[in-house]
């Protein structure tokens, strides 16, 4: 799991200086972060079958948002949803712990099957298809998510499957064959794939002659 932890606290839409902190998740769901500085911050994880689950913002500032005084927070909540579904980020931490043991809280990864086709409509055999699941840092920014990669090759039936996808988000996808490659559309805009936790998304490819 990662820690990142922002320099004058969550508020903003701008954070230039922070710090990042990695920890092993323990057989028993425990971890331990040693020598972290005080501050806010955010906490992502990833391990076998499981990912970090976002949640609510806990103030519709930290996702670029203001509402009227008075307005009830009930109501900013009603009103955030309606508007911008990415009131959602990764879930809080505060150093020191404002509760003891701090819970981290965890749903199903993803899987996404890619059924990639030639120009005759055939399936091809030896495509490789690799997933980048991006993970975003209110205010600090997004990056590929950290510790593996996903990659598969697909078979006689031209399916390949990535497991274990963290299902927050959807996910970026790019598959190459020899002799072949993307349509210039999916060149220009990378493929896209709508994930929910426990499920499989699924996507047909078809690509066009090119490539090495």
Request: aromatic share 8%; net charge negative; with cysteine.
């Amino acid at each position: 799991m990662q820690l990142v932890l922002t320099s004058g606290g969550l508020r903003g839409s701008l954070i230039t200086l922070f710090d990042s902190y990695e920890a092993a998740i323990n057989a028993d769901g425990s971890f331990l972060i040693e020598d972290v500085r005080p501050g806010a911050g955010q906490i992502f994880a990833q391990c076998n079958g499981w990912s970090s689950c976002e949640t609510f913002v806990d103030d519709p500032i930290q996702v670029g948002r203001r509402f009227p005084d008075g307005m009830s927070e009930e109501d900013q909540r009603s009103a955030l949803m309606r508007q911008d579904p990415s009131g959602y980020i990764l879930q809080r931490a505060q150093v020191p712990q404002s509760v003891t043991p701090y819970v981290l809280l965890m749903h199903r990864t993803s899987a996404l099957e890619v059924t990639v086709v030639g120009p005759d409509g055939f399936p091809v055999e030896g495509a490789l298809t690799s997933a980048y699941p991006i993970v975003r840092v209110m205010g600090v920014g997004s990056w590929t998510f950290p510790w593996r990669d996903w990659t598969a090759m697909t078979g006689r039936d031209g399916v390949a499957r990535l497991e274990d996808l963290p299902a927050d988000d959807g996910v970026w996808f790019d598959v190459s064959a020899k002799g072949l490659r993307l349509s210039k559309q999916e060149r220009d805009d990378m493929p896209y794939a709508e994930l929910s936790p426990g499920e499989v998304a699924t996507a047909v490819i078809k690509l066009e002659p090119g490539g090495d």
